[in-house]
């Protein structure tokens, strides 16, 4: 008897988190291991655009499983960057940048989201996605501030 209980609750459980590890990792039925379709090419920079006036660089940059395209940007010292972020992926991603406070928060599929900030002090700075296990499957660029 307690087996017919248990089983189906073993099931269902066993179910649930297979269900959570595919959403928050991306790893949906239908997209094969090793697909780099969607991946930024290796040494491909992202060209900021000045504008609203002096001071102001806008820049676009698109997040799917799991890339940043570009994969690397660079800005003008001295800057604000408004940067709009688009996730063309099929879960949930971020843009974050620890260490200039810019942090995109929880970013829909097929949603943007436009984050402002202050490029003041020369370096180079890793952009990682937060959302747990997609920064470790490769989810990372970088910003260089010259």
Known sequence: MKLKILAPIIILGLAGVFGV???????????EAGDTSGMP??????????????GVTEVKIAGDEYS?????????????VRLTFKNT????????IDELNADSGLVSP?????????????????????????EESGMVGTLEVE
Do not use: M, Q
């Not at 090419?41 to 002096?54: L, Q, Y």
């Not at 570009?70 to 003008?76: C, K, L, Q």
């Open 110 to 134: 097929g949603a943007s989201k436009t984050v402002e900030f202050d490029a003041g002090k020369a370096g180079t700075y890793k952009i990682y996605c937060a959302v747990p296990g997609h």
């Open 89 to 96: 992926g099929n879960v949930s991603h971020t843009w974050t």
């Open 41 to 54: 090419v290796p040494g491909e920079k992202g060209g900021p655009e000045t504008i609203g006036g002096e």
């Open 68 to 80: 940043f395209t570009p994969a690397t940007i660079t800005v003008e010292k001295g800057k604000t």
């Open 21 to 31: 590890w595919w959403y928050i990792t991306g790893v949906l039925p239908g997209r």
